[in-house]
């Protein structure tokens, strides 16, 4: 058991093998469920991912995009074996 001490403010370190075990990196929020009986879930909080936030992600300078049909074009062409 890995206890923690609280501060006077109310605050606790998690030690960096239980950040790691969460999957958590400086800047990455912690999520805390309230559970019965006093405890608490402790788990790396995930960003809720819309798919706005994704168009043009993969965009390059000075290209066009890639339409769609030649993208089902390329994996038509990968699933049969073809470079």
Known sequence: ???MTVSSGGQITLRKELLEHLGAHPGDKIRL???????????AARPDGKIDGF???LSREGRRPI?????????EQGWAGQP
């Open 1 to 3: 058991m890995n206890a």
């Open 33 to 43: 469920d309230k559970l019965p009986g006093g405890e608490v879930r402790i788990r």
């Open 67 to 75: 339409l769609g049909e030649e993208v089902n074009e390329a994996i």
């Open 55 to 57: 168009f043009g992600c």
